[in-house]
């Protein structure tokens, strides 16, 4: 029996074995560990890890990645927004939506809102500047419904859609109180995530001692995790889907405790907005999720409403930060 976390990071089953997830379980809970510990870890010949971890990084089933928490980095507001679209195709609204740095995600969807985006800001002025210049700067936009994310309640890492690398990414807001060297070692671990201490220390003209210093009290602090994920390939036996969730007066911390026990929740956070609780899921099958949201979701003590759009496909994804955990 696989352990719970290789199980979740699996998902794509016919692409990968029990070995390959043991592998990436090893390599999700650090993603800088050489194949030679990996193999002494699992009690392998080296050379057979390092075999299987090119095919799996070769094959786009698996990659390595440097993730930072927003915000510790200083991105205080993110939302989930809902994009209208008329007199273009939402597909060419999408692109253009996915140039913006601060749009972190971009997904067609099924639904009222044909695009679903989540938006990174540094605080409510920035994220309302984003609305009022940006957004209605795009033709075919045609109005929107925000969710202001207030307390995440679950992320579940291990699983991402790899889109192609955006042609503007997000990069740290001018007054992070990340240090010069901080950032500098996360931007090099974006590019690289398995650089050595020294390589990271030469590009940067430091020391190792003081990298390898750094990296352990980013990690520590739970600034920066490197970590393997897995390929969310949406449509590929995989189903991916929000839900919104309406709560019964005096019931939201009985139905944010319940989410716990279902582990095809991604994600999870209170919101202001469209609903009370938005979700994320992954499932095998559009039927799955429908018996998820509409079914177990919707049977929760405490739940008024459930409203569930699935995806149709990823058009940006910036993996490079998650949300932190409000514990």
């Known amino acids: 029996m696989l352990p719970v976390a290789a199980q979740a990071l699996v998902m794509n089953a016919a692409a990968a074995d029990e070995l390959d997830a043991r592998i990436i379980a090893q390599l999700a809970d650090d993603g800088r560990r050489s194949n030679r510990d990996v193999a002494r870890a699992l009690e392998l010949p080296e050379r057979s890890v390092g075999l299987r971890v090119r095919r799996l990084l070769a094959s786009n089933d698996m990659r390595i990645v440097a993730i930072v928490d927003m915000r510790a980095a200083g991105f205080e507001c993110v939302a989930n927004v809902g994009v209208r679209v008329s007199g273009r195709t939402p597909v060419e609204v999408a692109a253009d939506l996915a140039r913006f740095p601060q749009v972190l995600s971009v997904l067609l969807m099924s639904g009222a809102h044909p695009i679903e ?22 033709a075919g936009v045609t109005g929107w419904s925000p969710s202001l994310r207030l307390r995440v309640l679950k992320v579940e890492a291990g699983m991402a859609p790899f889109t192609a690398t955006p042609q503007s990414s997000l990069g740290f807001p001018a007054d992070s109180t990340l240090d010069a060297t901080a950032r500098g070692i996360i931007e090099l671990l974006w590019a690289e995530p398995r650089a050595t201490n020294q390589q990271i220390a030469t590009r940067l003209g430091s020391s190792e001692t003081t990298v390898r210093s750094r990296i352990a009290d980013l990690r520590a602090r739970g600034v920066l995790r490197i970590t393997a994920v897995n390929n969310l390939r949406v449509g590929d036996g995989q189903a991916f889907a929000a839900v919104g969730i309406d709560v019964e007066p005096g019931r939201l911390d009985d139905v944010s405790r319940a989410l716990d026990g279902f582990p095809e929740i991604r994600f999870a956070a209170t919101v202001a907005g469209r609903c009370h609780i938005l ?42 930060w998650s949300p932190a955990l409000d514990l």
């Open 117 to 138: 985006i989540v938006v990174a800001a540094h605080d409510l002025g920035a994220l309302g500047q984003f609305f009022e210049r940006d957004l209605y700067s795009i």
């Open 279 to 320: 979700t994320m899921l992954v499932a095998a099958t559009p039927l799955q999720l429908a018996s998820l949201g509409y079914d177990r979701l919707a049977a929760v003590p405490g739940v008024a409403r459930i409203e569930l759009a699935q995806a149709l496909r990823f058009v940006k994804h910036d993996y490079r």
